[in-house]
């Protein structure tokens, strides 16, 4: 059986705007049938800093921007924390649809991680992505994103925070996804190592424009 991928709607050599564009007829899984569109990247094509979360969720389905949920609003209150301005920031996802299953009862659709193959047929857009913006440091938001960049052994429990290297040569620091700080038993600590997490990337941001 061959694997699905959008390979094929990747224009080559395309600007940010040229992939966003493409991206919204994009049938490279079958993610897309039940969601409302296509959900790209955003923020400087210049970029410095890219953040890479798993996959848009139910307000992001609806809006067609990436991380303008509670989720996202939760990031953005860390990132002014942490002195990183969200203005300056690009933010997408690994799998570029919403993927969900229906509440049983009322009109609730229920976040569910993507498969492996889902997120390796999206991975031809974040590569795009990450071609065009070639930002100083690549930030992964959740397990999802850290292995669509790191590969699959990598474990972000084990090893947030610290710089990596990514097959591709970008410079990689992963994190928890703000859904987790929001779904986590102590959101208080939580949120705090988030916070520190993002506080190592504007750090080294800073060693890298340093004199």
Same mark, same amino acid.
Do not use: S
């Given at each position: 059986m061959r694997k699905r991928s959008a390979a094929p709607f990747v224009p080559e050599g395309a600007d940010l705007a040229a992939l966003r564009a493409a991206a919204r007829g994009c049938r490279g899984c079958d993610l897309y049938g039940p969601a409302t569109q296509t959900v790209f990247g955003s923020g400087p094509p210049d970029a410095r800093l890219l953040l890479v979360g798993e996959q848009p969720g139910d307000v992001e389905d609806r809006e067609g921007e990436p991380f303008v949920g509670p989720a996202g609003k939760l /990031? &953005?209150?860390? /990132? &002014? %924390?942490? &002195? /990183? /301005?969200? %203005?300056?920031?690009?933010?997408?996802? +690994?799998?570029?649809?919403? #993927?969900?299953?229906? +509440? %049983?009862? =009322?009109?609730?659709?229920?976040? #569910?991680?993507? +498969?492996? =193959? %889902?997120v390796v047929a999206c991975l031809p857009w974040l590569r795009a992505e990450l071609a065009e913006v070639r930002p100083d440091l690549v930030v992964c938001l959740g397990a999802t994103a850290a292995k669509a960049v790191l590969g699959v052994d990598y474990k972000v429990s084990e090893r947030r925070g610290r710089l990596e290297r990514s097959d591709e040569g970008h410079h990689v620091i992963a994190t928890v996804h703000p859904s987790a700080v929001l779904r986590a038993p102590d959101r208080a600590e939580a949120y705090a190592g988030f916070l520190a997490d993002l506080r190592v990337v504007r750090r080294h941001l800073e060693r890298e424009t340093a004199p």
């Open positions: /990031l &953005d209150k860390a /990132l &002014d %924390e942490a &002195d /990183l /301005l969200r %203005e300056g920031v690009y933010v997408t996802n +690994a799998v570029k649809h919403f #993927k969900f299953v229906p +509440a %049983e009862r =009322g009109k609730r659709r229920i976040h #569910k991680t993507p +498969a492996r =193959g %889902e």
